[in-house]
């Protein structure tokens, strides 16, 4: 396909979605701004943000920036989809607003997608920041010729920042389910990999900054909502791929939990992980437990 602009419609239409990111959308914007491929619009949609994150926007003084302001927090998803319904290019491409691209992520990802029989999705390596470490990751992006598999098993394509996908197949797939508080992107991917492939662009072309949320509540929640929507495509693993699944799934929320030092909350999603595989989820809960200062009484390392 040709994803060239034609008269005023923009190839590509850049979504950030924004709660109270004023501290951190200024770098979003700029790398946008800085990419080579300049034939894009971008779409901020400000979900009810209470500090000055609007503003910020503005400040940008760019034509191709537009601001959609939702006047009741909705989260994430519900953000994507309002950028997603006012999207006029052939090309959506999302970033969180605490993230950032290089500059040619946009250039090499559009070549990406106008190869023949290249598949309606595509994501990118990444630079992974862990901030609350001190550590950063480079991580290119691998093929896979199963992605469904691999996606139950866990999401590791941060499609928050990475990913770019045609305006028609949320048509066909359906928009991010506004149910879920978190795992929204994942699900999405889920659904359409039933359907087709990931095309790849292996560079880390995207820099993730990435801060553990105080949110063990509703990662948990998410976690119940998540695992009851793909029970089938779980029981459609092998054996022992959907025992690490589930393990890895239920974690999140129990490694939350211990980041917000609340382990007797932890208690429930680790038993919901214990069970399926009991020694490996222990091993993993005390390594984190550990690692985010909970021995030593230390709160300003948690991760």
């Known amino acids: 396909p040709d994803f060239r602009s034609r008269m005023s419609t923009p190839a590509v239409s850049v979504i950030i979605p924004a709660y109270n990111r004023a501290a951190t959308i200024e770098r979003a914007l700029a790398s946008v701004v800085e990419q080579t491929f300049g034939d894009f619009e971008i779409i901020v949609v400000d979900d009810a943000s209470t500090d000055d994150t609007v ?4 400040a940008l003084g760019d034509r191709r920036l537009r601001v959609v302001q939702r006047t009741i927090n909705g989260g994430a ?19 969180d607003s605490d993230d950032s ?11 990406e997608m106008s190869r023949v029989g290249a598949p309606p999705v595509s994501c990118t390596g990444a630079i992974i920041h862990l901030l609350d470490h001190g550590e950063t990751r480079v991580k290119r992006l691998e093929p896979s010729d199963d992605w469904a598999r691999r996606l139950a098993m866990d999401c590791d394509l941060s499609p928050g920042t990475t990913q770019m996908a045609a305006r028609s197949i949320f048509d066909e797939i359906g928009l991010l389910d506004e149910a879920l508080p978190r795992f929204e992107d994942w699900d999405w991917l889920l659904r ?9 662009v292996s560079e880390p072309l995207a820099e993730i900054y990435n801060r553990r949320a105080k949110l063990g509540a509703v990662v948990e929640r998410s976690a119940e909502i998540f695992e009851n929507k793909h029970r089938s495509v779980f029981e459609a693993l092998k054996h022992s791929d959907r025992h690490d699944a589930l393990m890895n799934l239920w974690l999140q929320a129990a490694n939350t939990y211990a980041f917000e030092r609340l382990l007797w909350r932890a208690i429930f999603p680790l038993a919901k992980a214990a069970r399926h595989r009991p020694v490996r989820t222990m091993q993993r809960f005390l390594t984190g437990a550990f690692r985010y200062g909970i021995r030593s009484g230390k709160k300003d390392n948690l991760s």
Do not use: M
């Open 101 to 111: 691209w290089l500059p040619e992520k946009l250039a090499k990802q559009v070549s």
């Open 77 to 95: 998803a519900a953000a994507r989809n309002s950028g997603i319904r006012e999207a006029r290019g052939d090309l959506i491409a999302f970033l």
């Open 192 to 200: 359409y990999t039933r359907r087709y492939s990931i095309g790849v």
């Open 55 to 58: 503003a910020v926007c503005h």
